[in-house]
């Protein structure tokens, strides 16, 4: 079939209408705390994010719609999923404004299909960036250390911070709308969850899984403490650049290899070896070769001399040196490097700690004891060059581990530990997703899963900090000369204290992952048997971003199958990272960090650039992060409102992509919002005050077919929520509403509404498009609930109710549709001819088509068709369809 599209009379083409600025309303009806609000006055002439969103999160709270009621069963199931716990210095970023988005509609599709739900919110204490934050108010308040109050007085400070400053996040949460219940609200260091803690440690200790042991650490000098991978920032250098480092004034130069000999006992030869960390010299213990290298086949027990020392380091021989890489002889430091700990453990060489907790230079000869580890660097390297042993300094590429607390390098430093044994829960985690008991999805995850688990390493859980779960294990000093130290004597301190003088010291705290790893059942009680235990737990999902599965979600499932028997849930949801417009990773140095509520209030260019004052960056990177604001937001961020927010994270999350999120898209979808404040406007004014829903009406073909739509895109949906298929979701609600409802089946009865009282058959035709215009409306608002809670409430309450007194009082606890309400996919007599005009109305309104047409501007569309049987029924439909049309 052609198509020809001709202007008929040729009239003067208007200009275009200057584009309106976005207009805020504000909704200033006295409505108190949880009180209903106002749904009788006239809507805004349109939608305006302040207004929507006004009041209705309270009272949603107050009626209690997000409480699951436990005391009758529930034959549709039960929907139960904690929240990954946040942190209580955080504030809300894009990656939790996802991953809220995600679990909220999961939470909220749950509760409206009759699930028993809960949504369990909770904090954690996160040890090492709460002590961060308190003890620099301290610094700059009061000029005070955490030491000059002592450990208990500090930890009154955070407490103290916490409970002014700590709930901060729960209010940003509800202003996203997040439907959980506030009443299970719960902190990591508050008993219930302490207690539990404690009770984990004590059972694993006593079945042997976690024991304490000397070995190397993530250490941070500054911090004074271990640190976790998680907490490690590995910065990459191409060559040589200067850092700055805590406690040095001027930067410290990183990305070179300096080379320099040992001399081989015995005689003039010396071997050449090469370092990134010039001052761990004064720790090597040997010098490694390969077993296979020509060149050292003579040294075999052969050893060379510290130039600084009376030391004799053997050279020894381990398949781990790449011979290939210069020289082919690696110095070896096994208190002081990963690999030659590796080394030293397998050639039982002398572990030579040369490093305080501080950083300080001990067990080293003069002059460099005492000296700062980067201090002793330089005098190293002119000691060298003085013994006429430095060979030379070159570029070297290399990754800097750098503390993402303190900006400190991390070093590796023996210390003993608590760890916990990996091993075999490692394997049970792993075997419950080979089983097919644990789902993850996507499934693009599985290798990343069963190569951390099958090689997993036994997990350091003890920190050297002040605020966390004091680990309940004991140092026991006796002040009885009779007690040889390191004598077994009874753990009974009543027992003790009537024998022997003593102290009883606790001084570390257990690494926050671990109170983490058990907060899917110990929010519930356990080890108490509670009846919130036994109905929620094991819980259904866990959803969260794919960067922490090894930190938290394996070690829940390792914990949760040791401590319960049990998986602490059934699948795993792996949403991607949230990334800028041009793909670049969130960073504040870039100045692309946006704070969710700012997408939702809007705000200036200058409010982005005050933000920046609060921030630690340097002044350079302050400009530079201007900079990138002023390219990214030359007029600053519009309002778009929390329900565009969440549409547009949940329409751009594709499973195993990250998200490049453009704000112009968030913009978009307010304007959509927009789109369905005017349908349901247009709908009132066309139902009129005294509209009752049928509940059947004899539909026409257009009916039918906008039924069949409103069917295809509730099967959509709900395979979308069930597969995890968020694109899916709002493709399929965005298309129902924009292209289909209102481009094509508004358009259609318009005409039919404007001559509803010609006659009596005009009559019925009307009042059967009212019922299918509420229809479409009603269930169409349904549908999109879960993504956008607050405008489809308030346009939700503006309609009438097909059942009045079976109706819920909010659409977030209303049945969420079914294909069955409303038909199944029209395939009849006539559907293929009715698609087609739907579709051509469709290409005739698209803006930028080539059938566009401009308002007030007359055309005749011809149509050609190949037959005349196709022709008939087309013309009367036509004449019935799009009478507006027509001509």
């Known amino acids: 079939m052609e198509e020809k599209k001709k202007k008929l009379p040729t009239t003067e083409k208007k200009p275009k209408p200057e584009k309106k600025e976005i207009g805020v309303v504000a909704y200033n009806t006295p409505t108190p705390a949880g009180e209903k609000k106002d749904v009788v006055s006239p809507l805004p002439d349109a939608y305006s994010p302040q207004y929507v969103e006004a009041a209705w999160y309270p009272w949603w709270e107050k009626q209690g719609f997000f409480k699951p009621d436990i005391h009758r069963p529930n034959p549709r199931g039960v929907f139960m999923m904690c929240i990954p716990p946040p942190n209580v210095t955080g504030s809300l970023h894009l990656g939790h404004a996802l991953t809220n988005a995600i679990q909220d509609s999961l939470t909220r599709w749950h509760r409206m299909r009759g699930e028993t739900t809960l949504w369990n919110p909770g904090c954690d204490h996160a040890g090492i960036a709460t002590q961060v934050v308190v003890e620099k108010k301290l610094k700059r308040e009061r000029g005070m250390t955490r030491h000059d109050l002592g450990r208990e007085g500090f930890i009154e400070e955070v407490w103290k911070w916490k409970n002014e400053k700590g709930d901060r996040i729960y209010h940003q949460l509800k202003k996203l709308g997040s439907s959980l219940d506030w009443d299970r609200a719960c902190f990591t260091m508050d008993t219930k969850l302490s207690y539990a803690v404690q009770e984990a440690f004590i059972r694993m200790h006593e079945e042997g899984v976690i024991y304490r042991s000397k070995r190397l650490v993530n250490w941070s000098c500054t911090l004074n403490s271990a640190i976790s991978d998680i907490e490690v920032d590995k910065k990459e250098l191409t060559g040589r650049t200067l850092l700055p480092v805590p406690g040095y004034k001027d930067k410290v130069e990183f990305g070179v290899m300096a080379c320099f000999a040992y001399k081989v006992d015995g005689s003039d030869e010396e071997v050449v070896v090469a370092t990134t960390r010039l001052e761990t010299m004064l720790g090597d213990s040997a010098v490694a070769v390969h077993p296979q290298d020509p060149r050292y086949q003579h040294l075999r027990g052969k050893s060379v001399l510290h130039p600084f020392c009376d030391r004799k380091m053997p050279v020894v021989f381990d398949d781990f040196v790449d011979m290939n890489f210069g020289t082919g002889a690696v110095k070896i430091t096994p208190a002081h490097d990963h690999n030659d700990y590796e080394v030293g453990e397998r050639h039982k060489l002398d572990f030579l700690n040369i490093l305080d907790e501080n950083g300080l230079l001990i067990n080293v000869p003069a002059p460099f004891l005492g000296m700062k580890r980067f201090e002793a660097r330089k005098a190293v390297l002119q000691a060298l060059k003085d013994r006429g042993l430095f060979k030379e300094i070159k570029d070297h590429p290399m990754v800097v581990p750098v503390c993402s607390r303190s900006k400190d390098i991390v070093e590796p430093l023996l210390k003993p530990q608590w760890y916990v044994s990996c091993a075999e829960m490692g394997k049970d985690a792993a075997d419950a997703v080979r089983n097919g008991q ?62 022997y003088p003593l102290i009883l010291d606790r001084e570390d705290v257990l690494d926050t992952w671990f109170s983490s790893g058990i907060f899917p059942f110990s929010i519930f009680g356990w080890p108490n048997a509670t009846q919130d235990l036994n109905v929620f737990y094991p819980g259904t999902l866990l959803e969260t971003g794919h960067d922490i599965l090894f930190f938290w979600v394996a070690r829940m499932v390792m914990m949760g199958l040791k401590l319960t028997g049990k998986l602490p849930f059934k699948e795993v949801y792996l949403h991607a990272v949230v990334r800028d417009a041009h793909g670049r990773k969130m960073s504040k140095s870039l100045g692309n960090v ?39 937001y030359p007029s600053g961020i519009p309002e778009c409102g929390t329900d ?87 493709t399929a609600i965005y298309s129902f509403w924009l292209y289909e409802l209102c481009d094509v089946y508004l358009e259609s009865v318009k005409p039919v509404f404007s001559d509803a009282e010609a006659d009596g058959a005009a009559q019925r035709r009307a009042l059967v498009c009212r019922q299918t215009l509420y229809t479409c409306l009603e269930v169409g608002l349904r549908l999109l609930a879960p993504i956008m809670p607050f405008v489809t409430e308030e346009l939700f309450q503006r309609l009438p109710r097909r059942l009045p007194r079976d109706s819920p009082a909010s659409i977030s606890v209303t049945p969420y549709p079914e294909t069955d309400e409303v038909g199944r996919e029209w395939r009849g007599t006539g559907w293929l001819e009715v698609r087609f005009l739907c579709l051509l109305l469709c290409w005739i309104k698209t803006p930028g088509s080539s059938g566009a047409s401009q308002i007030g501007e007359t055309y005749c569309l011809l149509l050609s068709c190949d037959g005349l049987v196709f022709a008939g029924p087309l013309s009367v439909l036509w004449s019935t369809l799009l009478p507006c049309q027509s001509g």
């Not at 039918?704 to 709002?730: E, K, N």
Request: glycine share 6%; aromatic share 12%.
């Open 438 to 499: 644990l789902k993850i999805i996507p499934d693009h995850h599985l290798k990343t899963w069963f190569n951390w688990l099958d090689n997993i390493r036994d997990w350091c859980i003890s920190r050297q900090l002040w605020w966390g779960h004091r680990i309940p294990a004991y140092f026991v000093t006796v002040d009885d000369p009779s007690v040889k130290p390191g004598q077994v004597i009874p753990l009974l301190s009543a027992y003790l204290e009537s024998v």
């Open 594 to 632: 946006i704070d969710p509520l700012d997408v939702i209030t809007g705000i200036s260019l200058e409010g982005l650039h005050d933000q920046l004052k609060d921030s630690n960056l340097d002044p350079l990177e302050v400009e530079k992060a201007k900079n990138g604001q002023k390219y990214d």
């Open 644 to 730: 565009a927010l969440r549409f547009a994270l949940c329409a751009y999350t594709s499973q195993g992509r990250d998200i490049n999120l453009d704000v112009n898209r968030i913009l978009g979808y307010r304007h959509f919002c927009n789109k369905l404040w005017n349908a349901v406007k247009f709908a009132m004014k066309t139902l009129g005050d005294n509209f009752v829903p049928w509940e059947k009406a004899q539909e026409s073909a257009v009916d039918r077919w906008i039924l069949s739509r409103l069917a295809a895109a509730v099967g959509s949906c709900t395979a979308g929520f069930q597969a995890y298929d968020f694109p899916g979701i709002t």
